[in-house]
């Protein structure tokens, strides 16, 4: 193979890698909401530490496993920072809601006393 036929194997390589990053994400998400429901912390250094071992033992090269490490790292803070704006967002919506209820409340409270 020649050097552009090696750069559209990388290509077609990164089209898999985006696409699983992205299935990892939406993973990590969905389990963001999950904790949020037993109330577990979104850090689990047991659960990182796990999923690092875990990959290094899969690791065949040539990549270092200092490489993998710090790749999964990274991973692994971009999941968590994923988790951590879906409960935000998740929060901030109950918050909404629940204003918008009391604020009903109120104008059905109010509309009442002024019948009477």
């Known amino acids: 193979m020649n050097i552009d036929d090696w750069r559209k194997e990388i290509d077609t390589i990164d089209e898999q890698l985006i696409d699983l990053l992205n299935r990892r994400s939406q993973c990590a998400i969905e389990i963001g909401h999950a904790k949020r ?3 577990l912390p979104i850090y689990s ?4 530490a796990e999923v ?3 990959v290094l033992v899969l690791n065949r090269g ?9 790749l999964f790292e990274r991973i692994i ?3 968590r920072r994923l988790e951590r704006l879906a409960v935000e967002r998740e929060a901030a919506a109950r918050e909404r809601l629940e204003a918008d209820s009391a604020n009903r409340r109120k104008e059905r409270d109010g509309s009442k006393t002024k019948a009477s």
């Open 77 to 79: 803070d971009e999941s």
């Open 45 to 48: 250094a047991s659960r990182e």
């Open 62 to 70: 040539p990549l270092e496993e200092e490489a993998v490490r710090r």
């Open 52 to 54: 690092i071992e875990h």
């Open 37 to 39: 429901e037993v109330g």
